[in-house]
């Protein structure tokens, strides 16, 4: 049995958030890392990695609504 399939789905998914909000912001650190160098080599770079920080935020998105529970007004 492995660790995912005790714990409960809530907290598999808190789980997930934690790691790509983590991943999201060592992107994001790099971005800037990347801006302050500069150079056209960079920008290439800048652009790919700020499309995968769109991506991983879209991600997050899904995993924050999984866990918020529908209320019915």
Known sequence: MNI??????D??????????KREHRDLDDAIHALE????????FTIKRLK??????????????DALTPDIIA
Not at 4 to 9: L, P, T, V
Not at 11 to 18: G, H
């Open 4 to 9: 995912a399939s005790e714990m409960k789905s």
């Open 11 to 20: 907290e598999v998914l808190r789980i997930k958030l934690e790691v790509l």
């Open 36 to 43: 302050d160098k500069g150079g056209v080599a960079c920008q």
């Open 51 to 64: 499309k995968q920080k769109l991506t991983l935020k879209d991600r997050i998105m899904v995993v924050e």
